[in-house]
């Protein structure tokens, strides 16, 4: 077992009606003026942004409102935060909505809270030296930044769009209120996009190269078969509160860091791989990751057979084959099955990205090597051409 | 699945050679006077205390020494650590040992930060309005203080001594150093009463009344599943570093919140038996859990046969018998039977009690139930004669 850190101090207040907690929970922070950080109409028209802001009242605290988030954050609206938060004396950010919204409050939090330019943070060239407090009113399932030290946002400014995380735990969430009961009305898309998007938070950890952290293991195939359970619960029964319950508090916990414990860190390829068509094609993340991952499983499993061994046993529990090669195999096949089932997609074809030609390949896989700056991955490090390999493949 | 809020704040440190991050630790909390608090000779030894008190000294951070804490620590050390605190303008309690060394701090803490009888928030007279921060440097795995937010003292200024509980977030450590190798040199009984211990604030919250609650169960399930290998592993293997750590980091993730996610609360009857037991004999905590938890099982099972199905099931893996009572009983039996593969008592005379009268009996029983004001458990609600009957049978 590796060494660890695991810091988690986000205070979570999770079930029906929680959300009337909000102001309490702010005041609790010894806060007074908070900006509501939104995105799109239907936290206003679902009624949301009222209970919100009347929990708020109820405490005495004043606030500013800021709509307009959209998936893949931009950096433009970060901008624009940061601008209003200085001019407000804005001391809280609230976040309601999803993890782009939650992101979008950690960047402008990062900006406020530190002098010069906030996307230095994003190319690694400065570290954030504090961040106003963020808290979160999770509306969606999926990003994890609830519970997360991580923050991605996309630069829209420039010719080519960037799609760049921040670690910190100096964002981490103060509070994050999950109320199940938020997260019923989201389309089937979104809903399968985020169960993809929290077992990969969880598969990025557990492909790795340290084999003995057993608690760790347990935890993490527990969790990525209670999320296939309850993702094909939600298919057919997209109100079933159990079924939300289970999926959102898995969110949390795949990207709080418990499931990455005693691990090297994990793989992380399949999320570089998405970034890039991310910033590109403005996918869906959830879905980008379901496109890439069999295809990365394939190039890499023999690197590290046992691992992919114990996940098509563990995790996907298929039968035991006549050799390990066609164990994993079937692990890898079982899985896109999954995905499948829940109406996401195995391929880039399938994720409505189709006919690449070899240089908008090659072009991908430059920017996601950094220029040929980096490689990707731990079970196997993916250069340039690993990387288009990959891309090519999963057409 | 219930309502619930989860909050571990504290920073887990944890690893080999872990202790040396002591003193930037407490830096980064902002103290500057530690008392360092800790129990027998063996953290002297084994050369621990000069290791923390170097680290300390590293960063310029100044201390004063208490030692002398034993198993259910005592109240008149506790008031010795806060006239100390005091007199020293400590402010940083430094908890160096086991469970009882970090509830004495804990205690110490809140004894310090607030004015008058430091016993009432024990009695639930009062509750603390503060508490001095905590850290601690953990030696033995078992309690889970380092990350729960309880913390039992043991009144040994009456003449029936009073083993009682304190339950707040204000006294959270706000780290935990965890390095398994410090818990190499444990006695057996020691390290399996503590392994006991670990099982046992899993368990306490996996009985309890609520069904839905997947992934809380399956956290458990494995929880329990993975120390009950590594107990047996360290048995004939004391110094293996693998099964110290996942029993490490197990008594911490049993104790901090996260087993009892979405459930009522659990049953905690077992906990509430062993105070008891603790506060007029002596015995280790976890080998009173023990000696107490078959009798409770059989006592109670009927009450929620499906939990204690799914317990034979999942967590004993035993084989599915002719009838579900039997399925229930053989998975009682088959922990039991792993309490005595550990060298773990399974009745009172094993623990060391014998030929009680039924007078004792009936004093333990009524002064569990808080001289017949409460009961204890929720699987069955358990009043004086109740208590008394798991008494006698247990013996």
Redesign the interface.
């Known amino acids: 077992?590796?060494?660890?850190?695991?810091?988690?101090?986000t205070?979570?207040?999770?079930?029906?009606k929680?959300e009337e907690q909000v102001g309490a929970l702010v005041k609790e922070q010894g806060c007074k003026k908070v900006l509501v950080h939104y995105g799109g109409s239907s936290a206003k028209k679902s009624g949301l942004l009222d209970r919100v802001t009347a929990s708020l009242e109820a405490e005495g605290i004043s606030y500013v409102m800021l709509g307009g988030v959209v998936p893949n954050p931009r950096l433009a609206l970060v901008r624009k935060g940061i601008e209003l938060c200085r001019q407000e004396g804005v001391d809280f950010l609230l976040a309601v909505g999803g993890g782009s919204v939650i992101d979008s409050s950690k960047a402008i939090g990062y900006g406020t809270a530190n002098e010069g330019e906030v996307w230095d943070f994003y190319e690694k060239i400065r570290k954030p030296a504090a961040c106003l407090p963020v808290g979160a009113v999770l509306t969606i399932a999926a990003a994890g930044s609830e519970m997360s030290h991580s923050c991605v946002i996309t630069n829209d400014e420039e010719k080519n769009w960037k799609k760049k995380g921040c670690s910190s735990d100096l964002g981490r969430c103060r509070f994050a209120v999950m109320n199940p009961e938020l997260t019923m009305t989201l389309p089937e898309y979104q809903t399968q996009s985020g169960c993809v998007d929290i077992m990969m938070h969880t598969m990025e950890r557990y492909f790795n190269r340290v084999e003995?952290?057993?608690?760790t293991d347990?935890?993490s195939?527990?969790?990525l078969?209670?999320v296939m359970?309850?993702a094909r619960i939600l298919m057919d029964d997209p109100e079933n509160?159990?079924a939300r319950?289970?999926v959102m508090?898995?969110g949390s916990?795949s990207h709080n860091g418990?499931t990455g414990?005693?691990t090297d860190g994990g793989d992380w390829a399949c999320h570089q791989l998405e970034h890039e068509l991310g910033a590109t094609y403005d996918v869906t993340h959830g879905a980008g990751l379901a496109a890439v991952w069999g295809t990365w499983a394939r190039y890499v499993w023999r690197e590290k057979p046992d691992r992919f061994l114990k996940f098509a046993r563990n995790v996907m529990q298929v039968q035991e084959m006549e050799s390990d090669e066609k164990t994993i195999l079937a692990g890898i096949e079982a899985m896109e099955a999954f995905y499948r089932s829940i109406h996401m997609p195995v391929n880039l074809r399938e994720l409505g990205i189709s006919g690449l030609t070899e240089e908008e390949i090659q072009d991908l896989a430059y920017r996601c090597s950094y220029q040929e700056t980096r490689t990707i991955g731990c079970i196997k490090k993916l250069g340039r051409k690993e990387i288009a390999d990959i891309y090519r493949l999963a057409q």
Do not use: H, Q, S
């Open positions: 077992m590796n060494n660890f850190t695991y810091y988690t101090p205070k979570v207040v999770f079930g029906k929680a003995n952290m057993e608690l347990g935890i195939e527990n969790l078969r209670t359970k309850n509160y159990d319950a289970e508090w898995a916990l418990l414990c005693g």
